[in-house]
């Protein structure tokens, strides 16, 4: 995903949700200050051409499609995922969060050397700065959805769970998949519904882009509001 082909999308987002673009670029270069020189993850090393990966959503259904996970070569897990499939005895090979529930988990993980995609937006620079200081920078990868600025990069994507899906597109993977997605759960926010909606048209515009068919949105597609991306 370049960024002149995200961008429109992007700009839709923030129009629908209220944003400011320079708040997301705050907090951009507030990530990018905080890593300074410190190497960080390359995801190509995560073996992604090819592959099939799990992108794990922190649904209700997560714990009963498990094995699903288990089944893919690749595992991402959005957010509190990670320790849902810890508890169940499942390894992941990356853990993606904007870091507004679990951030220790993602420094756990980077200590033992398991890669977290870190996010950065305009209402999080303060658990930027909480956080990543006391992350491994050898294990973070920096995103934003904001133009990238080295070493803050954007591959596309807006929530969690489809900004792991877009980034395992970037890096050549053959195979989706997605347990742990309910984009009907009744118990979120009013927010959080806005926020899968969005996630929902994203995963359809990438299927479309990937020529390939998300199982997560069958019997979906008719009501799914395309992207507009000119």
Known sequence: MEFHTWEPVYEDILDDFGYPRDGDERARDRFGDLLGDDSTYDPARLGL?????????????????????????????????????KTEGVAIDCMVTDLDKNADTGRELTADGTPVVAHAHGDNIPALETHIPTYDSEFVVPTTQAAPAPPVRNYGGFTDGDRAAFLADHFGAAALVFPGWDF???SVT?????????????????????????????????????????
């Not at 069958?218 to 507009?228: C, F, K, L, M, Y």
């Open 49 to 85: 051409d090819g592959a099939t990966v799990a992108v794990a959503g922190a649904g209700p259904s997560l714990e009963a499609e498990a094995d699903r996970v288990v089944d893919a070569d690749v595992v991402f897990a959005a957010s509190t995922a990670a320790d849902r499939l």
């Open 184 to 186: 009907d759960d009744p």
């Open 190 to 230: 009013a927010e959080k519904r806005q926020k899968l909606r969005w996630a929902e048209r994203l995963l359809h515009w990438l299927e479309q882009r990937r020529g390939e068919r998300f199982d997560v949105l069958d019997g979906r597609r008719d009501d799914i509001e395309p992207v507009a991306t000119d």
